[in-house]
């Protein structure tokens, strides 16, 4: 695997479900991210984890909890999700002080909240 | 407040220039980058500028102007596969945290 893969790719999930996000970097990069992408929006990013420590939470709800047990994965755990919560969550990782600290993207996980 | 503002949809014909501009207003200011996103696809990295001036990589370059607050991405010998959304990202403080405009959607026809 290269790159920054995520899994699932489509989720589809009930209102009182619980499940998981999974992102997982192989590029050696030391900061992870969680962003939300919904139609006609802005990327709005929701956390940061730098150096595996979480620096940015970015007034998201709390049904959203994010988990980084090591700089190389990222989870982000959903419960009782709303349908607006529907959208593709990216995930993205970058060096915390490289020379343009560009982020790299994973693929995306398509979740439908119904 | 954080503001990027990016027309939302262009169209150009193949082999020809377009340019994709992009104003912001934020709170502070540590970098500017393109990325290009494809339908149903991740944002790829394109460019980045930090500095006032032009960065030319390929068929694309990236222009800044920090005291207008003004970004363009230039896009030569227009290809089909250039047809995809083109994001405007503001570094406002620090090395982590960017702001996205909403994208620009480019239609290249033949």
């Known amino acids: 695997e290269t790159g920054v893969t995520q899994t699932p790719r489509h989720l589809v999930m009930g209102m009182t479900n619980k499940k998981s996000l999974k992102c997982e970097q192989h590029?050696?990069?030391?900061?992870m991210y969680w962003y939300k992408q919904s139609a006609k929006k802005p990327l709005e990013l929701m956390f940061v984890?730098?150096?595996?420590?979480?620096?940015e939470n970015n007034s998201v709800p709390s049904r959203f909890s994010p988990e980084c047990p090591n700089s190389s994965h990222l989870f982000l755990h959903l419960h009782t999700l709303q349908p607006e919560d529907s959208a593709l969550y990216l995930c993205a990782s970058s060096h915390v002080r490289g020379a343009e600290g560009e982020q790299y993207f994973g693929p995306g996980t398509r979740l439908t909240v119904t | 407040g954080q503001n990027i503002d990016q027309p939302t949809e262009m169209t150009a014909t193949e082999g020809a220039i377009v340019q994709i501009n992009c104003t912001y207003q934020t709170s502070g200011f540590n970098g500017l980058f393109w990325y290009q996103q494809h339908a149903g696809e991740a944002p790829t990295f394109l460019s980045y500028n930090v500095l006032d001036g032009l960065e030319e990589k390929g068929r694309f370059s990236s222009f800044l102007s920090r005291s207008k607050g003004y970004s363009y991405l230039l896009l030569k010998e227009l290809q089909m596969k250039d047809s995809a959304s083109y994001l405007c990202a503001v570094r406002s403080t620090g090395f982590q945290k960017l702001v996205f405009g909403t994208g620009t959607r480019l239609l290249v026809s033949p």
């Open positions: 984890y730098s150096l595996e420590e979480r620096v």
């Open positions: 590029l050696g990069h030391n900061a």
